[in-house]
């Protein structure tokens, strides 16, 4: 980042080569009290701050569309999104971003936000702060957060919830002043760690990073979902202006296709190849300048031989269906299935009360707000020859490893640097654009960025699978559960990425957290040429459980009890068989303690008259399923008494930084500010994605086994302590040698109740009781539920991200019309933690990240019903309302 100092005053570099495609003079105006003056073809004000005058507080998440606010800056004291203000309409104004708001409001905005957890990834919060500023410049103590909420409309925050966001602003208003600080013990509430430079967009993203010889990487995708590609001139894209080079499938000195379990996702498609969906990449354009770059892509000429998209999972399994996946033999991914019990079909006919429903969920787009970006940064010369990568990614070990494969190089060669990014829920597990960066450095000898455009991130990244459940329940005339069977079908999209993991947690967690007397289920993962699914927040347990909670609404209105009567009278208690026949530790009376803690807030509203529904869910923590989970950790002592805590795991604002900072100032008995937490890519720290809620258990473990050496070991200076933390005793789904497998070593538990306003149908309030075993910092993990409960609010409610049936293409391709809640849009969200300490687990941890949004949707269907008599079986429910 460049000090305001060092900007320049008048323009000396190249005015030619921008989208404009040239220029009618430089533009001046003031920024941050100081003139400068820029060239004319950057397309809006945010290029010219961050590509030539190197001020990057305000991010780009979606230019130029400006739909999530992250870009605002104060043009004559207004808030404005600037990736929409061309340049023309700056001219002598004067532009404040948040590098040049007076010191002492800086420093009020970064404790309050600090203070009252109002972040996590932070990329939206600059932009958040700017436009708080500019209402709290108009109203000052006047500005409540009632009032705020509409002011956010221009603004999205995927991670929050916008509760504590609210909070912060509402507290710089009224003046309240804080003392943030970290926190010294595990259950202590501190800051987030990093939490005044997120706030203030001073601690930098990968799009904010600059290296001297840098050049722009640009990617030219495909048009067609299905075709053969017959040709790829690239004679015109080569002579554009500022083009350094440009590379197709045939430039690649190894391996074609990557992957995290399955190694079928070509890099980019080949003359003789055929695309598989809309992500496709043929070509890579290197440009000097990143409009340069985006501009010659454009002018990348292919001959297609077009074919019909596979675009019907289902039709897709039909015998005669053309196989959708080049260089696959099947549409079928993967089968996940198991029988526990007695016959499901006497038990199912013998029962009193019986359910057959077919329920439906969606396609559901990430929408981290930092689209992906990478920086790839070559050194040395031949036989030392050696690549440098900064990536935003989940798992930077499987990133190492595919690049080098696409490089045909040993991995020794490769260092993958995590920069924590802007948000991911999963979407970044997947290699991007980090093989497309890669490739580029390596031949040009020069530091390439690739950034994504948010466009390209729709078509490229993974989404949430929309799944086709078939239930069939039953249960005893006093609502005991008796047969469950359930038939699912996932839209895995063209590339494996871990979709087949995504249908196996669905087949495991469709019986809920209750008891079967029999139970029959399989799922399968089917290939077609819709947008490739994979990871995502709940990772198939929260679709498989709205329609399990369903069911079991369905019955109770059979039997005519409540709907927290019948999970009372059938929840999992430790010692019970639960579903796939894991016998359920202590753990599990987090499911019952749950219930019981929402009880009074569940008789309190139906006793109010409001429609009212109830969710109860699990989610595993960790992968389980048999894999060996390995985390370490290192305690490095330096000369001046700093302690270095470093670990492998992805910092994406779910907060493991912090969680490794409390449990080493507590392991250590130490100032906390004593403690530099790093992701050291250096050695083999991290195994696998962090994923799964697994990265503060994991975390915990291994900084507490190594905080534990480094006291054994006297804590030298100089000395690098090692811990280690390993799960290593659960068995694969299905296992017939296995009488009852540990599916998974920890699993978390979620009540939730949501409240709706009988005259207007509006969801006004949502109680979330949370099992999460041990909270390291409370603060931060309600922050991480009422970001869930946002999240699954739009999950049941608005958001999609369909198909088309014809093409194979999104056509939702902007942040708005992907349905997401905006700030005024959120209910009250009321946050209940309870600590069930699992077994076996560091500090008794369980996780929060992925089961915050399980019972939500179901919870919002359930009181839907209690609104107007109507089941709903499809989600969103009110995408059209």
């Not at 043009?75 to 040049?100: M, Y």
């Amino acid at each position: 980042m460049t000090e305001i100092a060092d900007l320049p005053t008048e323009n000396t570099g190249d005015v030619t080569g921008g989208v404009t495609g040239g220029v009618t003079g430089p533009t001046t105006f003031t920024l941050n009290g100081t003139p400068v003056t820029v060239r004319r073809g950057h397309p809006h004000l945010l290029a010219a701050l961050r590509e030539e005058l190197d001020v990057t507080s305000p991010k780009d998440g979606c230019s130029p569309s400006g739909q999530c606010g992250c870009c605002t800056v104060l043009i004559d004291g207004k808030a404005v999104v600037s990736c929409q203000q061309p340049l023309a309409k700056v001219e002598g104004a004067s532009v404040v971003t948040l590098e040049g708001v007076d010191e002492a409001e800086r420093t009020a905005f970064a404790e309050a936000f600090s203070a009252c957890g109002g972040l996590q990834c932070g990329f939206c919060i600059p932009g958040i702060v700017m436009r708080a500023k500019a209402q709290i410049d108009k109203k000052g103590a006047e500005l409540t957060r009632a009032k705020m909420a509409p002011h956010l409309g221009a603004h999205l925050c995927r991670c929050t919830g916008y509760v504590k966001i609210l909070d912060a602003i509402e507290a710089v208003a009224q003046g309240t002043t804080f003392e943030p600080a970290l926190s010294a013990e595990i259950g202590g509430r501190g800051s987030k760690y990093e939490a005044a430079e997120l706030t203030l967009g001073m601690r930098d993203y990968i799009d904010d990073i600059r290296v001297p010889g840098m050049l722009h990487a640009a990617l030219h995708l495909t048009e067609h979902a299905r075709a053969g590609i017959r040709s790829i001139d690239t004679a015109a894209a080569e002579e554009a202006p500022g083009v350094v080079a440009v590379y197709t499938a045939l430039d690649l000195p190894g391996e074609l296709r990557v992957g995290l379990i399955h190694k079928d996702w070509p890099v980019m498609i080949p003359v003789g190849g055929t695309t598989s969906y809309a992500g496709d990449v043929l070509a890579i354009v290197v440009a000097e300048t990143c409009d340069q770059a985006r501009a010659a892509a454009e002018l990348v000429e292919v001959g297609y031989d077009v074919m019909t998209p596979v675009t019907d999972p289902v039709a897709a399994l039909g015998s005669d269906a053309p196989v959708a996946v080049w260089g696959t033999d099947s549409n079928v991914l993967s089968t996940s299935a198991y029988q526990r019990g007695g016959s499901f079909a006497e038990a199912f006919a013998m029962s009193e009360h019986t359910v057959h429903e077919v329920f439906t969920t969606q396609r559901i787009e990430h929408a981290f707000l930092e689209p992906e970006s990478t920086l790839a940064v070559p050194s040395s010369d031949g036989d030392e020859r050696a690549l440098h990568v900064y990536s935003g990614g989940q798992g930077v070990w499987d990133d190492r490893d595919d690049i080098a494969r696409v490089l045909g190089i040993d991995p020794d060669r490769v260092t993958v640097e995590l920069v924590s990014n802007g948000g991911a829920f999963g979407g970044k597990e997947d290699m991007s654009n980090q093989a497309h960066a890669a490739l580029a450095a390596w031949i040009l000898g020069r530091p390439v960025k690739c950034t994504l455009s948010r466009e390209e991130s729709f078509r490229m990244h993974p989404k949430r699978h929309p799944i086709r459940l078939e239930y069939w329940a039953s249960c005893d005339a006093d609502g005991r559960l008796t047969a469950l069977k359930v038939r699912g079908i996932g839209d895995s999209g063209a590339y494996a990425s871990v979709g087949m993991k995504v249908l196996e947690r669905a087949a495991g967690h469709a019986c809920g957290p209750y008891r079967w007397a029999a139970i029959d289920v399989e799922t399968i993962a089917v290939r077609t040429n819709n947008p490739v699914c994979g990871a995502f927040r709940g990772f198939g347990a929260n679709q498989a459980q709205f329609a399990t909670e369903g069911v079991l609404d369905r019955l109770a209105e059979q039997v005519g009890i409540s709907g927290w009567e019948i999970r009372k009278r059938n929840v999992v208690r430790p010692g019970d068989e639960w579903g796939p026949g894991q016998i359920m530790d202590d753990g599990a009376g987090g499911a019952e303690a749950c219930l019981d803690a929402i009880k009074p807030a569940y008789d309190e509203a139906v006793a109010s008259g409001a429609a009212v529904g109830l969710g109860l869910g699990l989610k595993n923590s960790g992968l389980g399923n048999g894999f060996r989970e390995v985390s370490k950790a290192v305690v490095h002592v330096r000369d001046d008494g700093t302690i270095e805590v470093r670990h492998g795991w992805t910092e994406m604002g779910q907060g493991v930084h912090t969680v490794a900072l409390q449990v080493a100032a507590q392991e250590l008995g130490v100032d906390p500010e004593r403690i530099e937490v790093i992701v050291d890519t250096t050695r083999q720290l991290g195994f696998g994605q962090t994923t799964g809620s697994r990265g503060t258990l994991m975390t915990a473990g291994s900084v507490a086994e190594a905080c534990r050496a480094a006291l054994a070991g006297g804590c030298r200076p100089g000395v690098d302590y090692e811990g280690e933390y390993v799960v290593d005793w659960t068995q694969k789904l299905g296992d017939p040698s296995v009488e009852h497998p540990t599916i998974h070593a920890v699993f978390s538990y979620a009540a939730q109740m949501a409240v709706a306003d009988r005259e207007s149908g509006d969801i006004t309030k949502v109680v979330a009781v949370h099992d999460v075993g041990r909270a390291v910092n409370p603060t931060l993990v309600e922050g991480q539920v009422e970001g869930s409960v946002h999240m699954g609010l739009g999950y049941a409610l608005s958001e999609d991200f369909p198909a088309d049936l014809d093409t194979g293409f999104p056509t939702n391709m902007t942040l708005r019309s992907l349905g997401i809640l905006r700030a005024k849009d959120v209910p009250e969200i009321d946050v209940r933690l309870v600590e069930v300490p699992q077994p076996r687990s560091p500090f008794g941890i369980k996780g929060v990240g992925e089961i915050g949004l399980v019972p939500t949707a179901p919870a919002v269907a359930a009181a839907l019903h209690d609104l107007d008599g109507e089941w709903r079986s499809s989600l969103p429910m009110r995408r059209d309302a």
